[in-house]
Protein backbone atom coordinates (compact mmCIF):
# COMPACT_ATOMS: atom_id res chain seq x y z
CA UNK A 1 0.00 0.00 0.00
CA UNK A 2 1.08 3.70 -0.09
CA UNK A 3 3.63 5.52 2.11
CA UNK A 4 3.87 8.53 3.01
CA UNK A 5 6.82 10.36 4.98
CA UNK A 6 6.99 13.89 5.83
CA UNK A 7 10.00 15.90 6.94
CA UNK A 8 11.09 17.87 9.06
CA UNK A 9 8.93 17.03 12.10
CA UNK A 10 9.17 21.01 12.95
CA UNK A 11 10.23 24.13 11.72
CA UNK A 12 11.08 26.92 13.44
CA UNK A 13 11.40 30.32 10.76
CA UNK A 14 11.51 33.88 11.18
CA UNK A 15 8.79 36.04 10.33
CA UNK A 16 8.81 36.83 6.61
CA UNK A 17 11.13 33.90 6.04
CA UNK A 18 9.62 31.13 3.67
CA UNK A 19 8.70 27.66 5.09
CA UNK A 20 9.18 24.25 2.73
CA UNK A 21 7.69 21.67 3.88
CA UNK A 22 8.84 17.92 2.11
CA UNK A 23 6.82 14.73 1.01
CA UNK A 24 7.65 11.23 -0.37
CA UNK A 25 5.10 8.51 -1.59
CA UNK A 26 5.62 4.97 -2.42
CA UNK A 27 2.60 4.40 -4.68
CA UNK A 28 3.66 5.50 -7.98
CA UNK A 29 -0.16 5.47 -9.34
CA UNK A 30 -0.82 7.96 -6.39
CA UNK A 31 -2.29 11.13 -8.57
CA UNK A 32 -3.95 13.34 -6.13
CA UNK A 33 -1.59 15.28 -2.89
CA UNK A 34 -3.64 17.40 -0.57
CA UNK A 35 -2.25 19.91 2.40
CA UNK A 36 -4.06 20.34 5.37
CA UNK A 37 -3.16 22.62 8.01
CA UNK A 38 -4.24 21.89 11.90
CA UNK A 39 -4.08 24.65 14.25
CA UNK A 40 -3.88 24.13 17.62
CA UNK A 41 -6.92 22.55 19.14
CA UNK A 42 -9.06 22.71 15.60
CA UNK A 43 -9.37 20.68 12.99
CA UNK A 44 -7.60 19.89 9.93
CA UNK A 45 -8.46 21.91 6.78
CA UNK A 46 -7.33 21.69 3.52
CA UNK A 47 -5.22 24.36 2.40
CA UNK A 48 -4.09 23.58 -1.31
CA UNK A 49 -4.21 20.51 -3.59
CA UNK A 50 -2.52 18.90 -6.84
CA UNK A 51 -3.38 16.72 -8.99
CA UNK A 52 -0.53 14.64 -11.59
CA UNK A 53 -1.57 16.47 -14.21
CA UNK A 54 0.13 19.47 -13.41
CA UNK A 55 3.79 20.55 -11.58
CA UNK A 56 3.53 22.96 -9.82
CA UNK A 57 0.08 25.02 -8.09
CA UNK A 58 -0.19 28.59 -6.53
CA UNK A 59 -2.38 30.17 -4.08
CA UNK A 60 -1.21 33.41 -2.68
CA UNK A 61 1.32 32.71 -0.43
CA UNK A 62 1.24 29.02 -0.72
CA UNK A 63 2.46 27.01 -3.22
CA UNK A 64 2.95 23.05 -4.27
CA UNK A 65 5.28 21.33 -6.45
CA UNK A 66 4.85 18.21 -7.57
CA UNK A 67 8.04 15.83 -9.05
CA UNK A 68 6.24 12.32 -10.23
CA UNK A 69 9.56 11.13 -11.67
CA UNK A 70 10.75 11.56 -7.98
CA UNK A 71 7.81 10.59 -6.24
CA UNK A 72 8.19 13.63 -3.69
CA UNK A 73 6.29 16.78 -3.34
CA UNK A 74 6.63 20.33 -1.49
CA UNK A 75 4.43 22.82 0.44
CA UNK A 76 6.39 26.28 0.24
CA UNK A 77 4.90 29.17 2.26
CA UNK A 78 6.83 32.47 1.38
CA UNK A 79 6.57 35.67 3.55
CA UNK A 80 5.20 33.36 6.49
CA UNK A 81 3.14 35.26 9.09
CA UNK A 82 2.25 34.50 13.13
CA UNK A 83 -0.79 33.00 12.03
CA UNK A 84 0.54 30.28 9.32
CA UNK A 85 1.69 28.28 12.77
CA UNK A 86 -0.08 25.28 12.30
CA UNK A 87 0.85 21.78 12.08
CA UNK A 88 0.77 20.55 8.32
CA UNK A 89 -0.46 17.39 6.51
CA UNK A 90 0.43 16.20 3.34
CA UNK A 91 -1.34 13.66 1.83
CA UNK A 92 -1.84 10.91 -0.76
CA UNK A 93 -4.56 8.61 -3.30
CA UNK A 94 -3.94 6.39 -5.83
CA UNK A 95 -7.67 7.01 -6.90
CA UNK A 96 -9.46 4.99 -4.36
CA UNK A 97 -11.35 6.73 -1.12
CA UNK A 98 -8.51 6.39 1.01
CA UNK A 99 -5.86 9.64 1.76
CA UNK A 100 -2.59 8.24 3.50
CA UNK A 101 -1.49 11.36 5.81
CA UNK A 102 2.40 12.08 6.33
CA UNK A 103 3.37 12.21 9.71
CA UNK A 104 2.61 15.94 10.08
CA UNK A 105 5.02 19.07 10.55
CA UNK A 106 4.94 22.01 13.27
CA UNK A 107 5.57 25.05 11.87
CA UNK A 108 6.46 27.55 14.11
CA UNK A 109 7.09 31.42 12.92
CA UNK A 110 8.97 33.22 15.39
CA UNK A 111 8.42 36.72 15.02
CA UNK B 1 -17.22 25.41 10.29
CA UNK B 2 -20.45 23.79 10.94
CA UNK B 3 -20.79 21.86 8.33
CA UNK B 4 -19.33 18.31 9.94
CA UNK B 5 -20.63 18.03 13.29
CA UNK B 6 -19.47 16.01 16.32
CA UNK B 7 -20.44 14.66 19.41
CA UNK B 8 -19.13 14.68 22.55
CA UNK B 9 -16.26 16.54 21.96
CA UNK B 10 -14.70 14.92 24.96
CA UNK B 11 -15.60 11.99 26.46
CA UNK B 12 -13.80 10.09 29.48
CA UNK B 13 -14.47 6.52 29.84
CA UNK B 14 -13.35 3.02 31.30
CA UNK B 15 -12.18 -0.31 29.99
CA UNK B 16 -15.53 -1.71 30.78
CA UNK B 17 -18.06 1.07 29.14
CA UNK B 18 -20.14 1.26 25.92
CA UNK B 19 -19.69 4.53 24.79
CA UNK B 20 -21.10 6.06 20.81
CA UNK B 21 -19.13 9.16 18.65
CA UNK B 22 -21.51 10.76 16.78
CA UNK B 23 -20.84 12.63 13.59
CA UNK B 24 -23.29 14.54 11.41
CA UNK B 25 -22.57 16.41 8.14
CA UNK B 26 -24.53 19.00 6.60
CA UNK B 27 -22.86 19.39 2.87
CA UNK B 28 -24.93 16.56 1.16
CA UNK B 29 -21.73 14.54 0.65
CA UNK B 30 -21.71 10.80 0.37
CA UNK B 31 -18.77 9.54 2.09
CA UNK B 32 -17.66 9.84 5.30
CA UNK B 33 -14.81 8.84 7.38
CA UNK B 34 -13.67 7.86 10.68
CA UNK B 35 -9.73 8.98 11.54
CA UNK B 36 -7.79 8.23 14.88
CA UNK B 37 -5.15 10.94 15.36
CA UNK B 38 -2.83 9.95 18.19
CA UNK B 39 0.23 12.44 19.68
CA UNK B 40 3.27 11.60 17.54
CA UNK B 41 1.51 9.93 14.81
CA UNK B 42 -0.09 10.30 11.93
CA UNK B 43 -3.86 10.47 11.12
CA UNK B 44 -4.86 6.85 10.51
CA UNK B 45 -7.79 6.24 8.61
CA UNK B 46 -9.88 3.67 10.44
CA UNK B 47 -13.50 3.41 8.55
CA UNK B 48 -14.95 4.80 4.71
CA UNK B 49 -18.60 4.50 4.41
CA UNK B 50 -19.47 5.64 0.60
CA UNK B 51 -23.01 5.86 -0.07
CA UNK B 52 -24.10 4.39 3.41
CA UNK B 53 -21.58 1.03 2.52
CA UNK B 54 -18.76 0.30 4.34
CA UNK B 55 -15.38 0.28 1.46
CA UNK B 56 -12.40 0.47 3.83
CA UNK B 57 -11.88 -0.93 7.19
CA UNK B 58 -8.38 -0.23 8.04
CA UNK B 59 -7.56 -3.37 10.25
CA UNK B 60 -9.29 -1.99 13.34
CA UNK B 61 -10.04 -4.02 16.61
CA UNK B 62 -13.41 -5.14 16.79
CA UNK B 63 -13.76 -2.79 20.25
CA UNK B 64 -14.29 -0.50 17.46
CA UNK B 65 -17.81 -0.83 15.55
CA UNK B 66 -18.99 1.76 13.05
CA UNK B 67 -22.43 2.52 11.69
CA UNK B 68 -23.95 4.36 8.94
CA UNK B 69 -27.17 4.76 9.18
CA UNK B 70 -28.06 7.47 6.42
CA UNK B 71 -25.31 9.53 4.35
CA UNK B 72 -25.38 11.93 6.90
CA UNK B 73 -24.55 10.47 9.82
CA UNK B 74 -21.64 8.56 11.18
CA UNK B 75 -21.27 6.54 14.54
CA UNK B 76 -18.24 4.99 15.96
CA UNK B 77 -19.87 2.22 18.66
CA UNK B 78 -16.85 1.92 21.45
CA UNK B 79 -17.07 -0.94 23.82
CA UNK B 80 -14.44 -2.70 26.28
CA UNK B 81 -11.59 0.10 25.15
CA UNK B 82 -8.15 -0.37 26.43
CA UNK B 83 -5.78 2.81 27.08
CA UNK B 84 -4.20 3.03 24.45
CA UNK B 85 -7.08 4.04 22.24
CA UNK B 86 -7.11 6.95 24.05
CA UNK B 87 -6.45 9.93 20.93
CA UNK B 88 -8.48 12.29 19.03
CA UNK B 89 -11.29 10.65 16.72
CA UNK B 90 -12.05 12.64 13.62
CA UNK B 91 -14.85 12.52 11.16
CA UNK B 92 -14.83 13.66 7.76
CA UNK B 93 -17.07 13.88 4.73
CA UNK B 94 -16.68 14.23 0.94
CA UNK B 95 -19.08 14.77 -2.14
CA UNK B 96 -17.42 11.72 -4.25
CA UNK B 97 -15.07 8.72 -2.55
CA UNK B 98 -12.21 9.40 -5.25
CA UNK B 99 -9.86 12.44 -4.81
CA UNK B 100 -12.02 15.12 -3.46
CA UNK B 101 -11.62 17.56 -0.71
CA UNK B 102 -11.93 15.83 2.85
CA UNK B 103 -14.35 18.40 4.99
CA UNK B 104 -13.04 17.34 8.73
CA UNK B 105 -15.56 17.94 12.01
CA UNK B 106 -13.79 19.15 15.41
CA UNK B 107 -13.27 15.64 16.77
CA UNK B 108 -14.04 13.78 19.99
CA UNK B 109 -10.80 13.52 22.73
CA UNK B 110 -11.46 9.85 24.14
CA UNK B 111 -9.57 9.10 27.05
CA UNK B 112 -10.09 5.97 28.02
CA UNK B 113 -8.96 5.19 31.84
Known amino acids: GENVEQHPSTLSVQEGDSAVIKCTYSDSASNYFPWYKQELGKRPQLIIDIRSNVGEKKDQRIAVTLNKTAKHFSLHITETQPEDSAVYFC??????????FGQGTRLTINP | ETGVTQTPRHLVMGMTNKKSLKCEQHLGHNAMYWYKQSAKKPLELMFVYSLEERVENNSVPSRFSPECPNSSHLFLHLHTLQPEDSALYLC????????????FGPGTRLLVL
Open chain 1, 91 to 100: AASSGAQKLV
Open chain 2, 92 to 103: ASSLGTAQETQY
